[in-house]
């Protein structure tokens, strides 16, 4: 299983370029169910998440094409809407498929996600809308199979913001009988860029961006090219990579507009953020201040980069307060850092971080994928070696990880 090896103590500095997003290009993806024709993507990031889920796509009979950064789905022919157990588990996303293919098929059977390190993680709020809109839906044998002839339009609530949810519940509405109305719906910058897909594909879709999303249904979709947004939790990483490494960087192809409260923190911190149109330029001061955060759904402060604050902190002046709201399970990495010999106490879901002098490098593993971007950013500022294990979930989600923080100055080893 692969680790990485960080030698700690040189500070980032120079200039590389922010991939397309993840968590864009996951529904995106799922929406080429929608239609018959074909549907193109460019700025797809190379990560094994969007490895899973185009093979999820292509056993469901979809005619995927890849090359560099673009990919061609073509779903004319569905003739399996089946996601199974084994490739659902490795990736919650996979339920993004439930949606488009209920629309388009008038029937699904999609694996239950099942738990996941971060908290249990259920997707009743998705099942419960494809109710709404008239769908049969039966969980058995750890399946959700649903079936409708056709979706009838409905006014859908939402008990709590889901990203996912809004986004699987959009996704099938854009064929429904008549109009449905999602409130209290997610507002997250990437629920915009599948939207503004969806219309260029013919969906009838306004108010994506707030809590209501209305969506008149239409009887079919056509095909696009859409260019994917770039990865607001990647630049995200890099920018506190950088301030925690008291670094001087660029990050290109990418733009400050989806983060606003993460760059307010890392004002906060004492850095300086100059952002230009698709760039942002990050200095940090020799040694940051520690500032507090609380998670909550966009366009606050998002649970994505809690890790990731949680190192800087652990090596900033003072103390900080982390209150983590969305997930109930999402300070593992907190015991790693202080394995690095962070100083970090855990009450339920706030942890008291105080900064210390310096780190000291050491072996710790990977729990999940923002989790393992934090002890990346430990590793880079402890002093000596830090070795990560099961390097396999930033595989999932950082592009060229290596490569990238090499191009920044960092001296950084994949180890096989
Ligand atoms: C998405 C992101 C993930 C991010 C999260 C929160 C993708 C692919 N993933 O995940 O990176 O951390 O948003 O910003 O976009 N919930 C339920 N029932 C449901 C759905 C959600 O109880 O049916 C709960 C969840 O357990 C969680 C909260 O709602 O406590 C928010 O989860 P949600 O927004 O759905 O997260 P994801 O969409 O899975």
Redesign the pocket.
Known sequence: MDKLLIEGGVRLTGETVISGA??AA??LLCAALLTREPVTFTNVPRLNDIGTLLKLLSQMGVKVERDADSVTLDASVLDNPVAPYEMVKTM??S??VLGPLVARCGEARVSLPGGCA???????????GLQAMGAEVAVEHGYVHAKVPRLKGARLF????????T?NLMMAACLADGETVIENA?R?P?VVDLANCLVAMGARISGAGTDVIRIRGVERLSGTTHRIMPDR?ETGTYLCAAAATGGDIRLTGTSSAYLDAVVDKLMDTGCEVVTERDAIRLKAPARLTAVSIRTA??PAF???MQAQFMAINAVATGAAMIRET???NRFMHAVELQRLGADIRIDGNTAVVQGVERLQGATVMATD??ASASLVIAGLVAEGETVIERIYHLDRGYERLEEKLSALGARVRRLA
């Open positions: 993840k968590n996951l529904p919650r996303a339920i993004l971060i908290g249990a993680r259920p997707v009743d709020q998705h099942i419960k939402t008990d709590m913001v889901t990203v996912t949810g986004e997610a997250e990437e939790i759904p966009y998002p649970t994505d969305i997930f109930e994928l923002r």
